[in-house]
């Protein structure tokens, strides 16, 4: 006679964890839908950018965010290409880590290091390029 499997019990935690995330990045697309970035000030300001006067690699994601959520695709690749492209393959490997995950709920959420060292290499050149005359189109 076989045993049957063992059923292990949901996290509670992780699940009030996820809907609190889930919730609260609700509230903050919600209120950069409603009120545009570019006109309210009440958005964070960039400390590099009013210290220096040069665009980091996150200038212009508010104001990205605020067109995406607008459907104006062009208009947030001009103001961070960066973002854009980033959240687009955030949400790619998000979509791939939950199908991995509802298959095998033992699945653990991993980042090889070299691909953080790679983002954070391609984010300092990109801070630079924009900053560039040459590259003026990559500033918002």
Do not use: E, Y
């Amino acid at each position: 006679m076989q045993t049957p499997p063992k059923i292990s019990p949901t996290n509670p935690s992780a699940i009030f964890t996820g809907a609190l995330l889930g919730l609260a990045l609700l509230g903050i697309a919600a209120v950069t839908f409603f009120f545009n970035p570019a006109r309210h000030g009440f958005f964070p300001i960039c400390l590099f950018h009013q210290l220096t006067g040069l665009n980091c690699p996150g200038c212009g994601a508010t104001r990205a965010t605020h067109a995406l959520l607008h459907g104006q695709f062009l208009r947030a690749l001009h103001d961070n290409a960066l973002f854009v492209v980033a959240l687009a393959l955030a949400a790619i490997w998000g979509i791939c880590f939950a199908i991995r995950k509802i298959k095998n709920p033992k699945v653990r959420l991993n980042f090889p290091p070299n691909f953080l060292w790679a983002f954070l290499v391609l984010a300092l050149v990109f801070g630079v390029l924009r900053n560039l005359p040459a590259f003026s189109f990559l500033s918002p």
